[in-house]
């Protein structure tokens, strides 16, 4: 469980699933794409989303392993943010 304010009331609880169950933003195509060279022999691939001129969000996931989905960006709000995505060394489509 988790607890939000009421205006002006006792906080009470609120059901984890009620959370959870949130819509995400839409999602689309990113504004740029690209490979970041970190070594002689890795990349790190990334996509920038949202808003250009937005304040930066990085997301960062779970791994070991893993590689970010185009719907990760749906987590934060496209008209104020720019966020940006990358796969971890060795994942997706990094190096």
């Given at each position: 469980?988790?607890?939000?304010?009421?205006r002006g009331r006792r906080l009470r609880p609120t059901p984890l699933r009620a959370l959870v169950m949130r819509q995400?933003?839409?999602?689309g195509a990113p504004l740029t794409t690209g490979n970041?060279?970190?070594s002689?022999?890795?990349?790190l691939y990334y996509e920038l989303?949202?808003?250009a001129d937005g304040?930066?969000?990085?997301?960062?996931?779970?791994?070991?392993?893993?590689?970010?989905?185009?719907?990760?960006?749906?987590?934060?709000?496209?008209?104020?943010?720019?966020?940006?995505?990358?796969?971890?060394r060795g994942c997706g489509k990094s190096t």
């Open positions: 469980l988790a607890v939000r304010a009421t995400l933003y839409p999602v970041l060279a970190v002689s022999v890795h990349t989303h949202g808003k304040v930066p969000a990085l997301f960062l996931h779970g791994g070991p392993g893993a590689g970010c989905a185009r719907r990760h960006a749906g987590f934060f709000d496209p008209t104020h943010y720019r966020v940006v995505l990358f796969d971890q």
